[in-house]
């Protein structure tokens, strides 16, 4: 690479040559060092500036024929491109066959056993297993030479990249609508790196696993999140954005598990690995693997005793060595992203909840500096701001804050959470004060009050990403305000000692809905709609929920119709969503499950009791309607809302009606068919005529049926 290149961006890694064992493979648009794509396209836009680590290069000449339409995604061909490169990494190593005097196959289980058995003592292969004598032989040798050589060969990898201009565009979206919640790269000095690795390809040269496995993931999170304005730019389809997705994600995860060549643990890798991580928390298909590259991004950040970087023996070697500046505060970001990501998930309905990995006794790491990226260089930060001062790192300190709340609320909870009991009521009062405490001492951009919006408006007129992150994170605080009191909501209603809980859930499950409702305008400062991330889905369920099993609960409170209407619009809305996550779809499908159970036993018991139905009958409400009770009784018990295609959901099926014929389950998507859109909803309206009749147990399978989980990101 050329000289300006990022000192702490080197892994140390040999640089396989060009003439590989192996055949190379193409990922289709990717650049190469004669690709007119690679070089139009590194003029088509204005150069950013120099970053503070690094000089700028003078720009290669490019041809005057250059068009920006050949840049467009071909993420298909990327895909099976993919698929046939882990197929012949991971599925297609073949082992000398036996020859035909040894291969003779005997019938039956028990001689097949043995014939193996017996093979493997006389140093033979079957074609399906390799005993270890031969694994010495010169054929077997060449094949594992030839998979290591394929797995090294980082040139095909980077041929999967997009155009030099594509690439900024893609980091750019990343900067807005992830690094806000994310907060660990320096911007600048990641740019500066986009600029080398094109510029170091344009030269023949091959960038490093790692640098690929950082700049997939940041191409990765930002078409998962594509804006139409992102797809006009690339000249892509959403369908195209969501294939690229998934192999972007795929070439980063296939150059992490490489069992042949490791990442080699850097402050790059620890940035790429955080960042994939972060990326696939909004995939909720690809949970389980964040949390796995979470953990490996812990144990990568320990052996490079970045828990140990703030001791004072460290801030000596420092100062005697020397050190650059941006790598230490990009070490501390990486950091307390992880520990606030560790804590923050102890406080969720997650399967980590109740537990914790960094125990902060164990650890001496200073907070990041409460300043903006342009202003830290490699000799510094001039100064940090105080926390009353907007920065672009402000909500990632608070962040901080939140997280060590978290973390204080698991630890006075002990055992109540591993043993799923009610936590003692004033227990429970002493963390509602804590967060209520925490959520004034906010600085008055972050507060969410209507007088502190109105007087921080040129604030966020000025920084349009605080007004998206002050609203996520309140989403954050209330679902958990809310989940934190949910054991004493349906006490409430009857015992005073318990009503300061059923408020405060129906106050922050109320909250929650509007909060979603503002984050549809903020969002439009900052050029996407935050509102339709899947995580904000979650939270809008849960609060949903809440509010619909509380005015069942009390359907003659004052403005329960308002309250009834507003859950069936919220419901709507969730049925017409296009981003909801797998946990989510499970939870309604649970719900459907549980409206239809007590809707069925209603019935059955009117059925049974063949009596005329009275002031509070099930048929009184015009199901749907979410109005107020009709004088006039029907003459006969109403089927409420359950017919032949809802039954279905008991045994685990969405339910289907008959304009539906010639759709399949496999055929559409059974989550959002046109049966489902109506009949979820149906169910809930129907509940609500129904719902003074219900028993505890009932109540209770309504109430568990909001849990799902909170993942562990700020909201």
């Not at 125990?359 to 930060?381: A, C, Q, R, W, Y």
Request: glycine share 4%; with cysteine; aromatic share 8%.
């Amino acid at each position: 690479m050329t000289p300006s290149r990022r000192p702490w961006c080197n892994d140390g890694l040999a640089r396989p040559s060009h003439a590989a064992f192996v055949e190379r493979r193409s990922c289709g648009q990717g650049p190469s060092d004669t690709s007119d794509e690679l070089r139009g396209a590194h003029l088509s836009g204005n150069q950013p500036t120099a970053a503070t680590v690094s000089t700028q290069q003078p720009a290669p000449t490019i041809p005057s024929t250059y068009s920006q339409t050949t840049i467009a995604l071909h993420p298909n061909d990327i895909s099976s491109r993919v698929t046939r490169l882990e197929e012949a990494v991971f599925d297609r190593i073949h082992v000398p066959r036996d020859p035909p005097s040894i291969a003779t196959a005997t019938q039956g289980s028990n001689n097949t056993n043995q014939s193996l058995i017996t093979r493997g003592a006389q140093g033979s292969s079957n074609g399906c297993v390799t005993p270890l004598t031969l694994l010495p032989l010169a054929s077997a040798q060449r094949r594992i030479a030839d998979l290591h050589d394929y797995m090294r060969d980082t040139n095909s990898l980077s041929r999967c990249l997009p155009p030099w201009t594509q690439a900024r565009q893609l980091l750019d979206h990343f900067n807005v609508v992830i690094q806000p919640t994310f907060g660990v790269f320096h911007i600048p000095s990641t740019r500066d790196l986009l600029e080398e690795t094109y510029r170091g390809i344009l030269e023949g040269e091959e960038p490093s696993p790692t640098v690929l496995v950082l700049f997939f993931s940041i191409f990765a999170g930002a078409v998962l999140v594509a804006t139409p304005e992102l797809l006009q730019l690339l000249n892509a389809t959403q369908a195209e954005a969501k294939a690229a997705f998934t192999a972007y994600v795929r070439l980063a995860i296939c150059i992490l598990d490489n069992p042949i060549q490791s990442v080699p643990p850097s402050t790059i890798a620890l940035e790429a690995i955080s960042a994939l991580a972060r990326v696939l928390f909004h995939a909720d298909w690809y949970s389980h693997k964040a949390q796995a590259l979470r953990v490996d991004a812990i144990c990568m950040a320990r052996s490079m005793q970045i828990h140990r970087l703030d001791t004072v023996q460290r801030r000596e070697e420092r100062k005697r060595s020397g050190y650059n500046a941006i790598e230490v505060e990009v070490q501390r970001r990486a950091w307390w992203h992880l520990v606030s990501s560790d804590w923050i998930s102890a406080f969720s309905q997650s399967p980590q909840e109740g537990t914790y990995l960094i125990h902060p006794k164990h650890m001496k790491v200073n907070h990041p500096s409460n300043i903006d990226d342009e202003f830290l260089t490699p000799t510094g930060p001039e100064h940090s701001f105080p926390l009353s001062v907007p920065t672009s790192m402000s909500v990632f300190i608070f962040r901080i804050h939140y997280a060590e709340l978290c973390r204080e609320i698991i630890d006075t909870l002990g055992t109540t959470l591993l043993e799923s009991d009610q936590p003692d009521y004033e227990t429970l009062l002493e963390i509602d004060g804590k967060f209520h405490t925490f959520i004034q001492s906010l600085p008055l951009f972050l507060r969410n009050d209507p007088a502190s919006i109105q007087k921080s408006q040129d604030i966020t007129q000025q920084r349009p990403y605080l007004a998206w992150q002050r609203t996520v994170a309140h989403l954050s605080f209330h679902v958990r305000l809310c989940r934190l009191h949910r054991p004493y909501h349906r006490e409430g209603l009857t015992n005073p000692k318990f009503a300061y809980s059923r408020l405060t859930c129906i106050r922050s499950a109320q909250t929650v809905l509007d909060l979603r409702h503002s984050l549809e305008d903020t969002g439009v400062l900052s050029g996407f709609n935050p509102s339709d991330y899947s995580l904000v889905m979650n939270h809008v369920f849960f609060a949903a929920m809440v509010l619909a099993t509380d005015v069942s609960m009390n359907p003659t409170a004052p403005g329960a119709d308002t309250r009834k209407q507003e859950v069936l619009d919220v419901i709507h809305v969730l049925e017409k969503s296009q981003n909801v996550s797998a946990s989510l779809m499970e939870a309604i499908r649970k719900n459907t499950q549980t409206l239809l159970s007590i809707l069925q036993d209603a019935q059955r018991e009117l059925q049974q009791q063949g009596r005329s139905p009275k002031e509070n009958d099930i048929g009184s409400v015009p199901s749907g309607s979410g109005g107020t009770k009709s004088s006039a009784a029907p003459s006969q018990p109403r089927s409420v809302g359950v017919d032949e295609n809802m039954t279905n959901v008991a045994s685990g099926h969405l339910p289907f009606t008959a304009s539906m014929h010639g759709s399949s389950h496999e055929d559409e998507d059974p989550m959002w068919s046109g049966a489902r859109r109506n009949s979820w909803g149906q169910l809930w309206s129907d509940l609500f005529n129904v719902a003074p009749e219900m028993d505890a147990l009932q109540w209770d399978l309504l109430l568990n049926d909001s849990d799902l989980p909170l993942q562990s990101n700020f909201y």
